[in-house]
C-alpha cells in the first residue's frame, strides 16, 4: 500500500513572484469591468452632451443660414460640435499633410470608412475649406 507523504505542519510563504501572479489573476477580472464601465461613461456623457449641443445650438445656426445665406456659421457649429463629440469619447484627431491641401483647385476627398469616426474626422480635416466644399454621401 502506496502512502501519500505528510504536509509539512508549518506553510512557507509563497515566492513573491508566485504572490504577485495569484494577485494579478484576482484583479484581471475587475480591471476589465472597470475599463468597460469607464467606456460606457465615457459614451454616455458623449451622447448626452452632443445631444444637448444639438438641441440648444443647431436651431440657431439653421436660422442664421437660412435667414443670412451664409453657410459658415452652420459649417463653424458644426466644427464645434464635432469637437465636442471627439474630447467627450476621448478621441484625438490628428491631421497630418494639411499643407498638401490647396484650396483654390477641385478635389474630391474619400473616406475609407473602416469606422463609423472617419466621415466626421474628415469634416474635421477639411474645414479650412468650407464653405467651398461639397460633401456627398
Known amino acids: 500500500e502506496r502512502r501519500r507523504p505528510r504536509r509539512p505542519l ?3 510563504p509563497p515566492a513573491p513572484a508566485a504572490r504577485r501572479a495569484r494577485r494579478n489573476r484576482r484583479s484581471r477580472p475587475v480591471r476589465a469591468v472597470l475599463v468597460t464601465v469607464i467606456a460606457a461613461l465615457r459614451t454616455l456623457a458623449t451622447l448626452v452632451g452632443v445631444l444637448f ?6 436651431p ?6 437660412v435667414l443670412s445665406g451664409n453657410p459658415r456659421v452652420l459649417y463653424r457649429a458644426g466644427g464645434a460640435g464635432l469637437r465636442l463629440g471627439f474630447a467627450l469619447s476621448g478621441l484625438r484627431v490628428v491631421v497630418r499633410g494639411r499643407e498638401h491641401i490647396i484650396a483654390d483647385r477641385p478635389a474630391v476627398f474619400a473616406a475609407n470608412h473602416a469606422s463609423n469616426i472617419e466621415p466626421p474626422a474628415l469634416f474635421h480635416s477639411l474645414e479650412a475649406l ?3 466644399v461639397a ?3
Not at 449641443?53 to 443647431?58: I, N, T
Not at 440657431?60 to 443660414?65: K, R
Open 130 to 132: 468650407f464653405p467651398r
Open 135 to 137: 460633401v456627398l454621401y
Open 53 to 58: 449641443f444639438v438641441l440648444l445650438c443647431a
Open 10 to 12: 508549518v506553510r512557507r
Open 60 to 65: 440657431p445656426a439653421l436660422a442664421w443660414t
